[in-house]
């Protein structure tokens, strides 16, 4: 830990050659040194495979085999994808998404069992699998949480966004997929369905999973309206209208009213939660809530889930709790704990010592970023700064050598410290602190160029 800047004396920095980077404010040229010399320091090294997949983080052979994240997530690679897209790497972001197009295709039959009524989508291991082998895209044969409606949703959302932007091309073969999406979603009532969420964790109703489906049928139905309106989506004779995904669109808004902001509110226990972090990706990237509702889920995880090191992703989350490493072996860190979740939970001795992720900082930073444009208010964009600093706080110290200077998946504690976990670089963090970066590289950039002076607002495209 190094002493922290004298404009926030509480910020706790790991490595120490940032530490003398920070600002309260900075100019255009700084963030663009900044991130030159962040790249130069090997931060944001992607290593994809051939066909343009991200696996979860970059690590040894040896820690690949034991956690698993040499596999590809869908959810994963699509913010890493996205991340690439809107810092107009576009090549990057549609190699990638064809190659995930494609795992569908080759395994479109999970969607058709389950939609015929010949697979019981209660069985997890019939549904789509969000986690795969992406040098060969084949399914992994080990059992896992994929009831994952969430990871389904991200890849309908951007798949819609690219084909609405023009940077992938619509055909057949897209409008047959895109009907199999939606008669999923249909058949297994997604806005009742209790599926395991970003988490991989115990099934519930989870307003998390239900608004990334929600984004995806939006952007879609944009697609149907005004991109390809004379294109129909179909699957075996029956044809999807806009009316169709309407009604789906309906069930979700209902559904989302009812449950924000919090994440699940069923009465077992062991499901209700008031509070979870993913709700923050309804905000950004996919901007589907009313600004009552996005300040109401911000201030809830400010207030019940921010740490000192990170963001924790729930209260009483035992992912990596304590002396993680100390209670359990490699090859059981990052097993499918979703029918046992009360084992690993006696892992957690106490209420606040859950590990601190480092995916959600940057999140932060970018919603009041994109406030900031659209209020031009001072406020904004000191928060936005702030939680930028956060993200770039929590790269990794000089002390761990070819993993200095890299962005981890969490903090915990271990021996009573807390440190990285194994699991760095998190591509996925990496992904969105480069959109942190950018947002408030445009943001400077306009408030330079405009000062702000017509309205009091921030003009970006």
């Not at 040098?135 to 819609?160: K, V």
């Not at 902001?261 to 008031?274: F, G």
């Amino acid at each position: 830990m190094r002493q922290s800047p004298s404009f926030h004396p509480t910020l706790i920095i790991n490595n120490g050659q940032i530490a003398q980077k920070l600002q309260s404010h900075y100019t255009v040229d700084e963030l663009q040194a900044l991130r030159k010399w962040l790249t130069s320091k090997g931060t944001f090294n992607f290593s994809a495979l051939s066909n343009g997949l991200f696996p979860a983080a970059a690590q040894s052979p040896s820690q690949e085999a034991a956690s698993g994240y040499d596999s590809i997530w869908i959810r994963d690679n699509v913010y890493i994808a996205f991340s690439h897209f809107c810092r107009g790497q576009v090549e990057v972001a549609t190699k990638n998404m064809r190659s995930l197009l494609a795992y569908f295709l080759k395994y479109q039959n999970r969607f058709e069992d389950i939609i015929s009524g010949h697979a019981d989508p209660q069985q997890p291991m019939n549904r789509p699998q969000i986690r795969f082998d992406g040098q060969n895209l084949t399914e992994i044969d080990q059992i896992w949480a994929h009831a994952q409606n969430d990871a389904l949703g991200y890849f309908l959302w951007f798949y819609c966004r690219l084909l609405n932007q023009g940077a992938l091309k619509f055909s057949d073969e897209t409008a047959h997929l895109l009907a199999i999406f939606v008669l999923f979603f249909e058949k297994i009532a997604y806005w009742d369905d209790e599926d395991s969420g970003h988490w991989e964790e115990v099934r519930k109703q989870s307003a998390s999973s239900i608004g990334v489906v929600l984004a995806s049928l939006y952007e879609l139905q944009k697609l149907m309206r005004h991109s390809h309106p004379d294109s129909s989506i179909a699957h075996n004779n029956r044809s999807i209208t806009i009316a169709d995904v309407q009604r789906l669109i309906d069930r979700g808004e209902n559904a989302l009213i009812k449950i924000l902001p919090s994440e699940c509110i069923q009465t077992d226990r062991h499901k209700q939660r008031a509070h979870d972090a993913a709700l923050l990706f309804l905000i950004y990237p996919l901007d589907i809530l009313q600004p009552q509702q996005a300040n109401a889920i911000v201030e809830n995880v400010k207030q019940h889930l921010q740490g000192d090191y990170g963001i924790r992703r729930y209260p009483g989350d035992s992912y990596w709790a304590p002396d993680y490493k100390k209670m359990l072996a490699p090859e059981h860190r990052t097993q499918d704990f979703s029918n046992n979740i009360a084992d690993r939970d006696l892992l957690l001795a106490a209420p606040g010592a859950e590990a601190q992720w480092c995916i959600f900082d940057p999140i932060i930073s970018v919603i009041h970023g994109k406030r900031y444009q659209h209020s031009g208010k001072k406020e904004e964009l000191e928060q936005q700064t702030f939680y930028l600093n956060r993200s770039l706080a929590q790269i990794t110290a000089e002390q761990y050598g070819p993993n200095a200077f890299r962005c981890p998946e969490l903090y915990y504690r271990e021996d009573g410290a807390f440190v990285p976990n194994d699991h760095l670089p998190l591509y996925w963090t990496q992904a969105n602190l480069l959109m942190a970066l950018h947002t408030l590289e445009v943001n400077v950039q306009v408030g330079t160029l405009s000062k702000f002076h017509q309205n009091g607002k921030a003009k970006v495209k």
